[in-house]
Each structure stands twice: as C-alpha cells, then as structure tokens.
C-alpha cells in the first residue's frame, strides 16, 4: 500500500494559481526518490542495523536513567539509516558510505552507554546529539558546536542557534553525516556554543519544525550549562527566513538576531497576486499566521541585524520588513555583501560578527519597560511580562502598548479581551511594596500595596476593564485556539476506523486522506505518526490530541462525540446553519476541543492542511483550511486541497459556530 501510495505521489498534480477549477500540470516529488542501491551494499546496510537494534534492545532494558537519557543519542544513528534505506533516500555513493560510518558511530555509542559511559557528552567541537519529541515519541537529531574554553564547572555559557538553507536531500543522513548546517568558515564566537537544529527535514522551521528548535534547545540547556538570557539566533537563506520568524513571534527569547537572505512573508516574495493565489477571505487571514510583516512592532526590543548580498533576490526579505519596520519607527540595522549573489561575502561576515559580539559584550537581554506587541493568534501570546489570554476576534490584527511611569503601567489595547501581566518580572522595574496603579485604556484600576500576588489578570466585561479572570467555559486559548495545523504542533494520535461507513465514496475519500497524512508526515516531518484503533483509545490517550479519520458509523470516537459538536453530521447530511450537505457526497473538515477532555483537540477527517504543491517552495507552506471545512468530494483531492472546499470557516472565540462572515 506504502509503495502504490509512493508511486501514486509522483503523478500528482498543481492547479496554477491555487484555483480549484483549473487544469492540472505535473509537479516533482519531495523528496525525491533516491538511487538504487548496489545488493551487495543494501545487505551490508541491512546486517548493519540488524546488529544495531540488538544493542539498542539491549540498552532499552537498562533501568539507568543516564542511560535512558542518552538513548536518543544512539538511536539518532539508527534512524537515519533505517529511513534512508527503507524509504529510498540515498541520493549519491557517498550517502551509502556515510551510512555505514554512522552505523560504526551508532554503534560504539551503543557500546559505551553499555558500560555506563558517554565520551560525546564532553566532546568538543561538532557534536550531534538527540531528543525525544513530545510530538510523535520520534528521535530527532541537532548538531552542536562546542568551543574549547567551554568548561562544565564553569558558570554558564552563550548560545546561537543556527538555522540552515533548504535542502530537499537533507535526510537524516545527509543532515548527521555532513554536518549541514555547520559554518566552518564563519568566526567561532568565544565563549559560545552553536546548535543547529535540524528542523524536521524542510518546512523553513515551522508546525512541527518550530517545535523542533524549541525541543533541540530545551535538550541542549539539559546537557550543557547555558546562560539563559544569552540565546541568539542566526540563519541564512531558509534559515534567515526561520531566524525573521523566531524574532517577530518569540523577541523576549532571544539576546540578538542576525537573519539573512530568506524571506519574511508570502505573497510579495512569490510576487503572487493575492486574489487569484488566495481567492477566499480565510486563507488570507491565516497568512497572519506566519506573515512576519504583520508583526513588525514585536522587534522594538530585541536587537536585530539583517544581512543580504546587494545582487540576492532574498534581499527581498530585508526590504519588506525595514518597510514595515519603519512603519513603527524602528530602524533595521543592515550589512550588505558587495557584488554577491545568495552568500555570505566574507568582510561583510567579518562585520556582522563584530557587531553581534558588543551586542553580547553589553550585557544580558533586559526586561523592558516599554512594550509594543502585535498579535492575530493566541499562539503566539506572550512578550516579556505581558500574556493575551483572549481576544475579541481571531486573525484580527490586535495590538498592545504598555508602559511603566514611576508607580503606574499603562495599558492602551486594541482586539484584546483579557491578559495577564507577570509580577515576578515586573518587579525588576516596579516596586509592589508600594501603592501601584494600572491605567488601561484611559481607565485607573487601583491594586493594593505589598501585592504578593505572582500575576495579575485583568478582563474586558461590559466594556468595563475588571481585574480577575473571565469566567469558565469552552473558550479560545492559547494552544488551543485552531486552526487545524496547530493538532500537529504537540502530541497527536491518529484514531484509525475499524467500521465501515454507508457512504461508500467517502469511506474511500476518508481512508485514502488518512493513508496520505501518515506517508506525509513521514517524509515532510520526520516522525512515523502513532496510529491506534477507535477500539482501543483509552482515557490515558485523551491527553494527545485525537486525529480520528470516518464518521460516526466506521469510528467510535465520533459516534461518542457526535452530538456534542457545533456541526451536526450523520450518514445522510452534514448540517450546517441552516443549509445542508449530502453525507454521501461531502466530507466535513474540523478541529474542535476534544469533548472528551477539552483542553486537547479533536480533528475529524485532516492532517497537516498545505499539501503537496507547498513543498516546491518554503514560502507557500502556510495553512490552507481554518477551523472547519465542507469538503466535496465528487472533486478528486489533490496536491492543493483535500476535494473542493464548499465552504469553511473560524469558529468563534467561545468555539461556537458563526454566522456567514
């Protein structure tokens, strides 16, 4: 089934211009499928990781909890060869002998760790470790760079991240064996460890790959002593693009960031036009998601340097943000590389790391006072001591400026409903020993003094700001506040049908999409997905997020939950407002607060929603489907979209189904 689906990808097809109704032309497959192997070779491979997994089993037994946390440092080597063999991505000779010295690598790590020991745990220079992701229970690789004054006992260290350009062969072999990523001709930075996360393969770090730096960091503050408010961020290419991203959606994180080439949002870098690329409202409102134009003011505190060749067409990145920058009166401090293409031009290299290190020699990140935040989502809901618990609207641009002067903070805010500010880092700049006052869009709300309190909530109701939490009850939150890409950012099980649905077509339909999301999942994210029967999804289970594939006839998790979702669906009619959809002939599309445990997510009939035609370009993996969709599926799916979408739709920040917008 795996191969025929395999097979069955390389004559898909894109509808130009993103229209449904367009004919189709053939696109290539990524990643491609790699050479033939040599039999004498593919035996060699194969005995290679018969012998491996012996070893592993073996440590797997150990009840040493060093040891259980150092297995995804071995089973980083296993993996990798095991994909590139299993899945055909070896894509020259030298990818088969990489393999083979990653399996001797794999293996002698295996056979330390047996005797209690872990000489690469205290290496120096390149370093590739592992992690277990909370994702998918798969071991992800990243790579490190460790310089040698960096000393265990000493008090802490800096860190860069480094996030590498495109790569379509960049298997797990490619990426351990070559090191991708690794600048041996940029300056090491004293005192400093690099880490270069490998991304999930090539999604320009985002979904999953956003998690995978996040994960890859946690892992490696573990394993080596960081200075928590040195972190810094660099990319180049792909990865400028990546470091555009982290600095607009996550500025408090970081102590600098350097990006360059790459690009900052969608439709200008692919010179779409918006209308005919994007004909429905909502797929330009979930270009909020990413577009890192929209948030230009979250860069007023976080020192950034952007480099470019004066000849790349990714200065195109540069340019946009410095517009938009300037838009809220910042400035972007900006080194070009004279008579250069896509690269690094080594004088201007030089420049940028001399100014990168006074950013580091003047100190640790600080706590700012004043701040100006721009959000669309509740994903991305925190800047320094300010959290956006809820909006009044969803991917509407929604702004907060605050402020502190003398013993009041002043809150002026547009779209927000109700938000938190942390005590704990406000007292490095305000003093709660004393009488403190908060204004908020022109209102004084008094808080009493020796506030001991670690937070303050504050809400909008009845146009009155009030101190307090809103009351409880299915609300939008942050992690769980859709779309439906957003299943796919934290632990997920796919629910597998066991019934047989009535409607014949969308039987068919529904297993086809379910079989396409786990191959894709595979190739473009690097994990094998956990899939489990309806029967045997247990109450341990409900703390994933559910991916349950059929209708309430084939999967008995729907059948549980039927009557407690805002759409109602059986086998003759999806209802929708007032209007209805034929079973036999639409599917329905949705993530919604699992009514079994609602603060995880339930998704019908989706996985991941840019589909095949995104992967030729970074810039067009973006989400393509909302909250919920009608799907009809006379229309066969396609490399664009799942069917032909009827209609879809938000729901509303109490998860309730909305009127016609």
Not at 196 to 204: D, I, L
Not at 285 to 306: F, G, K, Q, R, V
Not at 541 to 551: E, H, R, Y
């Amino acid at each position: 089934m795996r191969f025929f689906y395999c097979c069955l990808l390389l004559c898909l097809f894109i509808r130009p211009g993103f229209s449904q109704e367009n004919q189709p032309t053939p696109i290539r497959q990524v990643p491609a499928t790699g050479i033939e192997l040599d039999a004498t070779d593919e035996k060699e491979l194969k005995t290679g990781l018969q012998e491996f997994s012996k070893s592993i089993g073996r440590l797997k037994l150990s009840r040493d909890n060093s040891t259980k946390e150092l297995l995804p440092d071995v089973l980083i080597y296993y993996k990798a060869v095991d994909y590139a063999l299993r899945y055909h991505e070896f894509y020259s000779m030298k990818d088969v002998s990489d393999a083979k010295e990653l399996l001797k690598t794999g293996q002698q790590r295996a056979a330390d760790l047996l005797q209690g020991n872990s000489p690469w745990t205290k290496a120096k220079g390149e370093v590739i470790r592992g992690y277990l992701s909370k994702i998918d229970n798969s071991v992800q690789p990243y790579g490190l760079s460790i310089p040698e004054d960096y000393d265990v006992n000493g008090s802490g260290v800096n860190l860069s991240v480094w996030f590498h350009g495109r790569g379509e062969k960049l298997s797990e072999v490619n990426f351990i064996a070559n090191s991708k990523g690794f600048l041996p001709k940029m300056p090491e930075m004293k005192n400093t460890i690099m880490i270069y996360p490998y991304g999930r393969y090539c999604n320009g770090f985002k979904f999953a790959g956003e998690v995978d730096v996040q994960e890859a960091l946690a892992s490696a503050k573990k394993q080596y002593k960081i200075n928590k408010d040195g972190v810094s961020i660099r990319g180049f290419s792909m990865g400028g693009a990546a470091v555009w991203h982290f600095a607009v959606h996550f500025p408090d994180l970081w102590l600098s960031a350097n990006p360059g080439a790459g690009f900052a949002e969608t439709t200008e870098f692919l010179k779409l036009d918006n209308e005919i690329s994007h004909p429905v409202w909502y797929e330009k409102d979930l270009l909020h998601l990413y577009d890192c134009t929209d948030y230009a003011s979250n860069l007023s505190n976080l020192p950034i340097i952007a480099y470019n060749g004066d000849k790349d067409l990714q200065k195109q990145a540069a340019d946009v943000m410095e517009k938009a920058m300037n838009k809220e009166g910042l400035i972007l401090k900006r080194i070009i590389g004279p008579n250069t293409v896509h690269a690094y031009h080594p004088v201007a290299a030089k420049t940028v790391d001399s100014l990168l290190t006074l950013i580091e020699v003047q100190g640790k990140r600080k706590t700012p006072k004043e701040i100006h935040f721009t959000l669309y989502t509740l994903k991305y809901n925190k800047m320094y001591w300010l959290m956006v618990n809820a909006l009044k609207e969803h991917w509407k641009e929604a702004r907060i400026y605050a402020d502190i002067s003398n013993q009041t903070i002043i809150l002026n805010t547009l779209n927000i409903n109700s938000l938190t500010l942390d005590i704990k880092s406000l007292s490095s700049l305000i003093d709660f020993k004393k009488p403190v006052a908060i204004s908020i869009d022109g209102v004084i709300i008094p808080i009493k003094s020796a506030f001991k309190a670690s937070v303050l909530t504050l809400h909008l109701e009845n146009k009155q700001w009030r101190s307090g939490a809103t009351k409880q009850g299915l609300k939008k939150k942050h992690n769980l506040q859709g779309p439906i890409d957003d299943a796919f950012m934290s632990a997920f099980i796919v629910v597998k049908p066991t019934g047989h649905s009535k409607n014949e077509k969308f039987d068919r339909w529904s297993k086809s999409e379910m079989e396409r999301f786990i191959i894709l999942w595979r190739s473009q994210f690097r994990g094998d997905a956990i899939v489990k029967n309806d029967y045997e999804i247990t109450s341990a289970d409900l703390s994933s997020n559910l991916i349950v594939f059929g209708d309430q006839e084939s999967n008995s998790v729907i059948a549980k939950i039927k009557d407690k979702l805002p759409i109602k669906w059986n086998s003759q009619r999806v209802l929708l407002g007032g209007k209805a959809y034929s079973s036999s002939d639409h599917a329905l599309t949705m993530i919604y607060p699992n009514p079994l445990n609602t603060q995880k997510y339930i998704v019908l009939n989706s996985g991941f929603t840019f589909r095949e035609e995104s992967f030729l370009n970074n810039a067009k993996q973006v989400a393509m489907l909302p909250d919920w969709a009608i799907i009809d599926i006379n229309t066969p799916p396609g490399p664009v979209y799942p069917g032909k979408v009827i209609q879809a739709g938000f729901f509303g920040e109490n998860w309730e189904l909305l009127k016609k917008r």
